[in-house]
T-cell receptor, first 114, second 113 residues
């Protein structure tokens, strides 16, 4: 059972556009929602994360919007650049005794054309 | 300085062989993880160790056995390799506790022929 669903699978925008990637989760025990960015041949790297007690978080050109009642969250990339072309993963985890079991979405391959 | 390193980077082997992947982190973290990324790029956790103790063991065939000799190392041994084991295996580490970032290694690309 896929606990975190991500869409779209792929996305192509022009430079300067605002790609939006959406995720929905089922488990209400999730309380931490990070986004990871992965370039080809590299490991995922944390981009930005949010907790459900806030509805929005911005870091530079990246913004997470969070809707707790709808169990949905999304990533917006302002003024997108060709260098943002990568695969983006949303994820979710819950408080555990130690460590953090990240449940990932299926990933979105973003292409930003010059 | 590489924070999380894995060896080897590529591994091509025959079905039925046994192989190991090594992971080391120099971040001083006490929690380490193994993830599997399949051909569709789906990432799924396999194991997690905290201070050398196994704390997460997902539904993984028992042909996969993790071993943590110390806090900075987490190795993955795979027995009797099967075609379906072909994937990219990522090691990651974090400080203990929830809601803390996980730092991923560069991955080991395993191809079973």
């Amino acid at each position: 059972q896929q606990q975190v669903k991500q869409s779209p699978q792929s996305l192509i925008v022009q430079k300067g556009g605002i790609p939006i990637i959406n995720c929905a989760y089922e488990n209400t025990a999730f309380d931490y929602f990070p986004w990871y960015q992965q370039f080809p041949g590299k490991g995922p790297a944390l981009l930005i994360a949010i907790r459900p007690d806030v509805s929005e978080k911005k870091e530079g050109r990246f913004t997470i919007s969070f809707n707790k009642s709808a169990k949905q969250f999304s990533l917006h990339i302002m003024d997108s650049q060709p260098g943002d072309s990568a695969t983006y993963f949303c994820a979710a985890s819950m408080e555990e005794t130690s460590g953090s079991r990240l449940t990932f979405g299926e990933g979105t391959q973003l292409t930003v054309n010059p | 300085d590489t924070a999380v390193s894995q060896t080897p980077k590529y591994l091509v082997t025959q079905m039925g062989n046994d192989k190991s992947i090594k992971c080391e982190q120099n971040l001083g973290h006490d929690t380490m993880y193994w993830y599997k990324q399949d051909s569709k790029k789906f990432l799924k956790i396999m194991f997690s160790y905290n201070n050398k103790e196994l704390i997460i063991n997902e539904t993984v065939p028992n042909r996969f056995s993790p071993k943590s000799p110390d806090k900075a190392h987490l190795n993955l041994h795979i027995n009797s390799l099967e075609l379906g084991d072909s994937a990219v295996y990522f090691c990651a580490s974090s400080r203990g506790g929830p809601m803390l970032p996980q730092y991923f290694g560069p991955g080991t690309r395993l191809l079973v022929l």
